[in-house]
């Protein structure tokens, strides 16, 4: 087969130049994609940090409760040792008295109440 047999080659230049816009598109719209993706993730890392702010802050909350009650606690032991030096049987009586007269039966038993103050 000579040159001049060959059937004429088609011009492929304009499918090129499509291809060519086509890949330039896509392109464009891979870094617009990536510039999202990164601001949702910069959003997600912030959202992220002020999540483990507020629970940190919870955390400080919840032990200062902690440290309050492990006070009160404390102290109430205390009045009840200093009344029990301080006091007579007969104030202990009248005390009592004032207690009963409370209807306490609504609040919590002797042993729930001995249990909280051990804990």
């Not at 992220?48 to 440290?67: A, G």
Request: glycine share 0%.
């Amino acid at each position: 087969m000579s040159k001049k047999d060959l059937p004429e080659a088609p011009d492929i230049s304009p499918y090129l130049d499509k291809l060519d816009m086509r890949i330039d598109e896509q392109d464009d719209l891979g870094k617009d994609l990536e510039r999202f993706i990164q601001m949702k993730d910069l959003k997600w890392h912030s959202e992220v940090s002020e999540f483990r702010r507020e629970i940190n802050f919870m955390k400080e909350q919840v032990n200062e409760l902690r440290r309050r009650i492990t006070m009160l606690k404390h102290n109430f032991v205390l009045c009840v040792e200093e009344f029990r030096i301080k006091s007579s049987m007969e104030d202990f009586n009248k005390l009592q008295n004032r207690i009963d007269d409370w209807d306490m039966e609504n609040f919590i038993s002797r042993d729930e109440f001995k249990r909280k103050l051990e804990d």
